[in-house]
């Protein structure tokens, strides 16, 4: 079946660092990718999303590009701040069930 | 439009009783999901619904658990007899799929403790 992969956290990280998560996929046909963030005690917002191969979805300084040749849809910002710590989950649909599939998530830690 | 609302946002319930979540998803919105969120689990999802009717609810854990759509405006997950381990945090999400790609947008969850 449709699956998720992120790499394992928590990500500790200096601010100002570099930030890459993981996040690998399984699914037949064309699914959209999807990062939502959930910030402590409130539910889960979108980040960014994209529905085709080697499409870029970007926000807030985040970036990640649709890579079908690789499965992945890797999270990247040049420059965390600590009002980035959060729960970062990649997702999936599959346009043709609408079924919302998460990774397990990956905590970010931004220390001052 | 408020969002997908949820309620009650917190329930403390003795082992046994009943419990029932709401969900008011986005107006317009033809799918609805509801997940549960622990530590030890991650994000997962138990059951959702297209147009009401419910299309896949393999991941409801067991017969304890029960989920309703009535109508587009409102559905409902209730739990009995509930459980300690039942204790997590239940999220509604709903969702338009006219087109590819389009997003899910979550409620704030509703925070069950069963003692």
């Known amino acids: 079946g449709d699956s998720v992969t992120q790499m394992e956290g928590p990500v500790t990280l200096s601010e100002e660092a570099f930030l890459t998560i993981n996040c690998t996929y399984t699914?037949?046909?064309?699914?959209?990718l999807f990062w939502y963030v959930q910030y402590p005690g409130e539910g889960l917002q979108l980040l960014l999303k994209?529905?085709?191969?080697?499409d870029k979805g970007s926000n807030k300084g985040f970036e990640a590009t649709y890579r079908k040749e690789t499965t992945s849809f890797h999270l990247e910002k040049g420059s965390v701040q600590v009002s980035d710590s959060a729960v970062y989950f990649c997702?999936?649909?599959?346009?043709?069930?609408?079924?919302?599939?998460f990774g397990q998530g990956t905590t970010l830690q931004v220390k001052p | 439009d408020a969002g997908v609302i949820q309620s009650p946002r917190h329930e403390v319930t003795e082992m046994g009783q009943e419990v029932t979540l709401r969900c008011k998803p986005i107006?317009?919105?033809?799918?609805l999901f509801w997940y549960r969120q622990t530590m030890m689990r991650g994000l997962e999802l138990l059951i959702y619904?297209?147009?009401?009717?419910?299309?896949?609810d393999s991941g409801m854990p067991e017969d304890r658990f029960s989920a309703k759509m009535p109508n587009a405006s409102f559905s409902t997950l209730k739990i009995q007899p509930s459980e300690p381990r039942d204790s997590a945090v239940y999220f509604c999400?709903?969702?338009?799929?006219?087109?590819?790609?389009?997003?899910?947008?979550f409620g704030q969850g509703t925070r069950l403790t069963v003692v």
């Open positions: 999400a709903s969702s338009f799929l006219g087109r590819t790609g389009t997003e899910a947008f």
């Open positions: 699914a037949t046909g064309y699914p959209s």
């Open positions: 994209a529905t085709k191969a080697d």
């Open positions: 997702a999936l649909i599959r346009d043709n069930t609408g079924k919302l599939i």
């Open positions: 107006s317009g919105h033809d799918y």
């Open positions: 619904f297209n147009n009401n009717v419910p299309i896949d």
